[in-house]
């Protein structure tokens, strides 16, 4: 593959179409500015913020762009509230689509065939593949990304965190919990 | 297309094995893959809509015994050959043996990268009155075009209601064949489980999907 892959790169360098300086810079930007730091900020926000809670889940786009310091963030965001009565569970099952500016690139699990094909049919059995398991009398809602709209799930804010800094809570906020397939971290558990 | 790309509710694909302490990429050759996918659609060789249509395109057995980013790259070379812009002998050789062809928005360079860090705008003006509203009762249509669609198959002919109205956004299927943007209402529709899946599957369960207008009909 290697070699396949620079024999291309070779042909679009040669015939002018990208400057390969530019492909190190976008690999670059990639390993450095995406990742799950991004959502665990907004996660922890709206945790510790119940008016930027609401905004954020009137309308996700417009609350995330607003605090700036998050790297920044395209349109069709749509975040999803997880309580006692429902989870939320994010696919795709038609191909890889995923919040990249609050995640990162999706992990090879996400884009792969048995997450792609379980998680709409037989959710209840994913999350156990992920050691999750739900009571069974809560609703499981589960958000097919068919189209360019993008959902990050909200995880329920762990106990025993009152009074915590933003800081400290966005620690807790792990990557699965904001797909819907884990939960945040519990405060002074082991990580 | 009914492809196995569709895989949404097939079974025998085994468990969900996540990776501790995943890389962002095994190998370099994956983030040059990544990279060359993201300079050639901003400049304007292809949309992100017809680079899906070219994954799903490949040989089943292709598709299914490849990992995501050789998928990437087959896709590409398939995509850039059948577009011009790269051809068969020169993705053989490694090395430029003809002129190129003119990109839409001109090379690739690294003022551009910046560029392709924000997400691409996909809302457009509303070509006419949007037909559903949320709470509305609608059957997902029994279409199979052969060509790109983002309706997957599990949902065609089941009913479910309208919960959110997205407004128009860019209609994938036309614009995967370069038919132009044709904008579209979208919505998201939720379907029972049961509805989906049969009478004896887990009664908590919810999907949805999001639906362009022209996949829908009042139900």
């Given at each position: 593959m290697e070699l396949r892959v620079r024999a291309l790169e070779t042909v679009l360098s040669e015939k002018g179409y990208v400057d390969p300086a530019a492909l190190d810079a976008i690999v670059q930007a990639y390993e450095t500015r995406i990742g799950p730091h991004n959502g665990a900020r907004v996660v922890a926000k709206a945790w510790a913020d119940p008016a930027f809670k609401r905004a954020l889940l009137e309308d996700a786009t417009k609350a995330v762009g607003a605090l700036g310091h998050v790297s920044r963030v395209g349109d069709h965001l749509v975040a999803i509230e997880n309580t006692p009565e429902r989870h939320n569970m994010v696919v795709c099952t038609l191909c890889s689509c995923y919040p990249w500016e609050m995640l990162g690139l999706p992990p090879v699990w996400y884009k792969a065939a048995p997450y792609r094909s379980r998680a709409v049919k037989d959710p209840r059995g994913v999350l156990k593949d992920f050691g999750v398991s739900l009571p069974k009398e809560t609703e499981i809602r589960v958000w097919d990304s068919t189209a360019e709209t993008r959902f990050l799930v909200l995880p329920m804010r762990p106990k025993g965190t009152d009074g915590w800094s933003e800081e400290q809570l966005a620690e807790l906020v792990t990557r699965d919990s904001m797909i819907g397939t884990g939960f945040p971290k519990t405060p002074g558990a082991p990580s | 297309m009914n492809g196995v790309h569709d895989m949404g509710g097939m079974d025998g694909f085994g468990k969900v094995e996540p990776e501790p302490n995943e890389p962002m990429f095994h190998t370099r050759w994956e983030s040059r893959v990544l990279a060359m996918v993201r300079a050639m659609g901003a400049a304007g060789a292809f949309n992100i809509d017809?680079?899906?249509?070219?994954?799903?395109?490949?040989?089943?057995?292709?598709?299914l015994s490849s990992s995501y980013y050789k998928k990437w790259l087959l896709g590409l070379e398939d995509m850039l050959i059948a577009k011009g812009f790269v051809g068969k002998d020169e993705v053989g050789k490694g090395h430029?043996?003809?002129?190129?062809?003119?990109?839409?928005?001109?090379?690739?360079?690294?003022a551009d990268v910046e560029r392709i860090m924000v997400r691409g705008k996909f809302g457009r003006d509303a070509q006419a009155p949007a037909k559903f509203k949320a709470g509305d009762r609608v059957r997902a249509r029994n279409i199979h075009p052969a060509t790109h669609t983002r309706l997957p198959r599990y949902v065609r002919g089941h009913v479910g209601v309208v919960e959110r109205d997205h407004g128009v956004q860019v209609f994938p299927d036309s614009a995967a064949n370069e038919a132009g943007e044709n904008p579209q209402w979208l919505y998201t529709v939720v379907f029972d489980g049961a509805e989906l899946w049969g009478p004896d599957s887990d009664p908590t369960v919810k999907i949805s999907v999001d639906a362009f207008e022209p996949y829908l009909e009042k139900a």
């Open positions: - | 017809t680079s899906r249509f070219y994954r799903e395109s490949l040989p089943p057995h292709v598709y430029a043996l003809a002129p190129a062809k003119p990109l839409k928005r001109g090379k690739f360079t690294a």
